[in-house]
C-alpha cells in the first residue's frame, strides 16, 4: 500500500541548487518508519546513501555530501524533500527515496549540464 513518488527537474545547470521531492502514499511519514532516506546511483555507479530524515524530524547526511545537503518535510503534504547545493556533473544520478523497511520510489534521473 505505501508507495513512493520523486519528482522534480530533470535537468539543473552546474553551481544551481537540485530540489527533488518524495510524495508518500498509503502511510505517514511521521508514524510508519523510523526514518526516510535518499538514496543516489550515478551512472556506472553504485548506490550511494546520501541522508535521511528521522520520525523526530531529525536529519543526518553523508559526510561527503552534509555540506551541501539539506532533508526536509511536510507533514500535512505526506513529503519529504531533498536540496542538493552547488551541483556539478558529478551529481548526476538517479535519486531514490526509501524507507526503513525497504520501500523505494521508482526514482528519477537527474542530470547536471550546462
Known amino acids: 500500500q505505501v508507495q513512493l513518488q520523486e519528482s522534480g527537474p530533470g535537468l539543473v545547470k552546474p553551481s544551481q541548487t537540485l530540489s527533488l521531492t518524495c510524495t508518500i502514499s498509503?502511510?505517514?511519514?511521521?508514524?510508519?518508519?523510523?526514518?526516510w532516506s535518499w538514496i543516489r546511483q550515478p551512472p556506472g555507479k553504485g548506490l550511494e546513501w546520501m541522508g535521511s530524515?528521522?520520525?523526530?524530524?531529525?536529519?543526518y547526511y553523508s559526510p561527503s555530501l552534509k555540506s551541501r545537503s539539506s532533508i526536509s518535510r511536510d507533514t500535512s503534504k505526506n513529503q519529504i524533500t531533498l536540496q542538493l547545493r552547488s551541483v556539478t556533473p558529478e551529481d548526476t544520478a538517479v535519486y531514490f527515496c526509501?524507507?526503513?523497511?525497504?520501500?523505494w520510489g521508482q526514482g528519477t534521473q537527474v542530470t547536471v549540464s550546462s
Open positions: 498509503g502511510g505517514s511519514i511521521t508514524t510508519n518508519e523510523v526514518y
Open positions: 526509501t524507507s526503513l523497511s525497504g520501500n
Open positions: 530524515i528521522y520520525s523526530s524530524g531529525n536529519t
